[in-house]
């Protein structure tokens, strides 16, 4: 069987150490790896540049009369957290720079398929999969789809591939959306509240095919009988992001699921955007966004002794908070001369989102907003408090239902 669909040579190449890279560009809480490099960040790399990243690999040429061009590269590594390595070939894509196009693995022998399955949904989530058709060479097939990367294992009896390709939309063209559209996550679900699912997709276009930052996030809501849908795109001002996630839930209290969405934004403070979609009789509103009006607004200022205050102008309630821990870089900033204030000075509320998270304390099923804000002391790195609030939609508005003050870090 031809397992690559080219005819290529074999020269073996040694570059040096390996290095295995951290997973900080791909994002902090993902605290097992899926691979030494994320396939979100190599699919579209130079494969010279892999080369660089990777170090020492197995390095594949193509045969041509003039040259040898670079067309593969393999590397014997870590997968899924499996004991045993893995071998991974990088494939190039045939235009000139060659970039990786697809990641073939190839699975130890002595993992069953279901041990193989398990262990790779730990890491990207509930798997798709069965028997393959009868005419295809595999028997069975699994497959995943996961920050706008598709992963499909085949199993042909004797041994497990899998094939990792960048998730492009199919129906880029039916909404006039770029080609290189990323299908980041799907779901099924019924956001128009006629007791049929739609087809949820959320996708996003990057601004160069292994930029980690998307340039643009989109939804689209389709019928799966017609394939007929609408594209919504998210404010503009705020539908760039990494790392797009989903969840279904009522916010507004009719009964049908409510589409929110989150995306870091990754400034220097961990902030992200959030937005609300309601699809409720075909018609698309947005509920809420982290651009609407500010919730709560709060002010402040240094005290003598190594102290703030600030005022929640909402709840009109002054909070004081002790700084003694922080007295050391206090002095040696010049914000405290012997715990004394050198200058008047306010404290900083940038009013940015750290966390929203979707809660039902009463368990009705009508979810609210638990929202988290930080009120920052002498710069964007000085947290000094949380500010904890609770939104909650009524009567076709957001409504401050609580606020919650807890000092930074505790
Ligand atoms: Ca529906
Ligand atoms: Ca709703």
Redo the contacts with the bound molecule.
Sequence with gaps: MRRFGVIILLIWISWGPVTFESASTVGQNQARLIAPLHPWSVLGLPLGDLVQRKGEGTVVFEENTQEKILSRVDYTETWFGLDQPVKAHYLGSTTDPKTVQQITLNFPAGVTRQELIEQISGFLGEAEQGKSDPSAPAKYFARWLQKGVRYELQDFGEYMEMYILPAWFSGAENYSLPGKTYLMQKAAADVTGDGKNEQVLLLAERFEDTALFLRHIFLVIEDPQSGKGICQRLPEETDGGYDPQMQFH?????G???VFLAAATGGSGGLSYYHIY?F?DGKTVLLFSTAMKPWISVKGKFLDGYKAEFTIQETNQTHTIDLQNRRSTYEEIKVYRNGKLLEPRELLWLGGYSLITPVDPDGDNIFDLRVIQVLKGVANYDSIAEIISLLHYQDGQWILAKVEVNPAGE
């Design positions: 009522d916010f507004n209290g009719d049908i699921v409510d309601t409720a």
